[in-house]
C-alpha cells in the first residue's frame, strides 16, 4: 500500500490478499503508509531462506519454458526504469513467455512471475497473454487466486481482452501448472477488492458487501505467525491484558465473553463463575476449564510464580490414550 503525494492510495495484489487474513493488518498499512506509524521492525528468520527458495523454484519453470523451445523474455534482464513500459513492448513483441511483468494503473500495482501467451485474439493481434505464478506452498490458498485476479485485471486493461486461465506452478509441477478460470474467481475478487477499498477510503470506493470498520481490533488470527505487525499486535494486547492469552481460548469463546462485558483475563478470572447462563455456542463445560485456567494464569501472575494444578486423572483421558510402551520406544 503506497500513499501518493496527491494523497490518492496505491494498492497491491498483497494489500488484497492481507486484507482476507487480517483487516487489521490493512489499517495498520495505511497507518504506515500515511506516516502515522514506523515501518514494523519484525524480522522473519526464515524470509530469506523462503525467498531463496521462491527464485530457485521460479527459475527452475522459466529454465523448462526454455527447454520446450519457448522464446522467454526475462524483463530482469533488460535495462531501463520502467518495468511497465518493458512489459509492454514485450507483449507486443508477442514473446512466448515474459518473465517478471509489471503493472500499474496508478490505482492497483502487481507483479507477475510470468505471463504465457496464449492464441486468444486481443489489442497485440492475435496473441494475449495469461497469468502464472510460482509458489513453494502445495495447496493454493484463496490470496493466491485473489492475487492472480488482481494481475488478469490489470492485464485485461493492457492487452483489451480477459484472459481465460489463470496458473500457479507447483514445485516439481512445472509441466503441468494449476489452472484456474478467472471468470469463476472474477466476482469474488471484485467484491473483496470493493470491501478493501472502503476500508481504506471510506466510501470512495463501490458499496458492495458488508460494512468495514476502520476502528479493527488485532483478534489472533492464523496469519499473524507469518505478519510482520506481530510485535506491534501482542503489544497492544498485553496491554489490553487481552481474552486470548488465556491458555486454549479461540476467537469463539473471546467474543461470547466480550459479549458478556468481560474483556480481560483479570476480569474473566475475578468471576465467581465462568458463565451466569448457556452459551450461545459450544458447551458451559468449556468455559468452566478455560474460567479454571484463567484462575491459574491470574494468580501466577499476582504472586509471579509459575503455578500448576493436576488434573484428575481420568481412564482414556490425556496420557492415559498413549498406546501400551513396546520395545523400541524412544522415551
Ligand atoms: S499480527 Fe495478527 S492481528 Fe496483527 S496485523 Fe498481523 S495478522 Fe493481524
Known amino acids: ?42 524480522v522473519d528468520p526464515y524470509a530469506d531462506t523462503v525467498r531463496e527458495l521462491g527464485l530457485e523454484h521460479e527459475e527452475r ?27 509492454l513492448a514485450a507483449m507486443k513483441q508477442g514473446a512466448d513467455v515474459i518473465v517478471q511483468a509489471v503493472f500499474d494503473n496508478g490505482k492497483w500495482r502487481g ?15 492475435d496473441w494475449s497473454y495469461e497469468v502464472g505464478d510460482s509458489k513453494l506452498a502445495q495447496y493454493t490458498k484463496a490470496g493466491t487466486e485473489l492475487q492472480l485476479c488482481v494481475y488478469s485485471d490489470l492485464l485485461t486493461e493492457v492487452q483489451g481482452v480477459k484472459p481465460k486461465k489463470m496458473y500457479v506452478i507447483k514445485p516439481g509441477g512445472e509441466a503441468q501448472p494449476e489452472e484456474f478460470l478467472y471468470q469463476n474467481y472474477d466476482a469474488y475478487y471484485r467484491f473483496i477488492k470493493g470491501r478493501l477499498i472502503v476500508a481504506i477510503e471510506g466510501n470512495h470506493g463501490p458499496t458492495v458487501g458488508g460494512s468495514n470498520s476502520t476502528q479493527t481490533y488485532p483478534n489472533p488470527v492464523a496469519h499473524c505467525n507469518v505478519c510482520r505487525w506481530w510485535m506491534h499486535c501482542d503489544q497492544r494486547r498485553r496491554d489490553d491484558d487481552h481474552l486470548s492469552y488465556v491458555a486454549g481460548m479461540q476467537g469463539g469463546h473471546v467474543t461470547e465473553l466480550n459479549e458478556r ?71
Request: charged share 30%; glycine share 8%; proline share 5%.
Open 261 to 331: 462485558g468481560v474483556h480481560t483475563l483479570e476480569a474473566f478470572a475475578k468471576r465467581s463463575q465462568a458463565l451466569d447462563s448457556r452459551p450461545a455456542k459450544g458447551s458451559a463445560e468449556t468455559y468452566e476449564k478455560l474460567h479454571r485456567q484463567a484462575g491459574i494464569q491470574y494468580e501466577g501472575r499476582v504472586k509471579n510464580e509459575h503455578i500448576s494444578r493436576l488434573l484428575d486423572s481420568e481412564i482414556n483421558e490425556g496420557l492415559h490414550r498413549l498406546p501400551a510402551p513396546s520395545e523400541g520406544d524412544i522415551y
Open 1 to 42: 500500500m503506497r500513499l501518493n503525494p496527491d494523497q490518492t492510495i496505491t494498492f497491491s495484489a498483497t494489500d488484497l490478499s492481507n486484507f482476507i487474513s487480517c483487516q487489521h493488518l490493512s489499517q495498520l498499512d495505511k497507518r504506515r503508509a500515511n506516516g502515522e506509524l514506523k515501518p514494523p521492525s519484525f
Open 61 to 87: 519453470f522459466v529454465q523448462y519454458l526454455r527447454d520446450q523451445g519457448k522464446n522467454v523474455i526475462d524483463l530482469r534482464d533488460i535495462g531501463g526504469e520502467n518495468g511497465l513500459d518493458k512489459t
Open 111 to 125: 507483479y507477475a512471475d510470468v505471463l504465457l501467451k496464449c492464441d486468444k485474439p486481443s489489442d497485440l493481434g
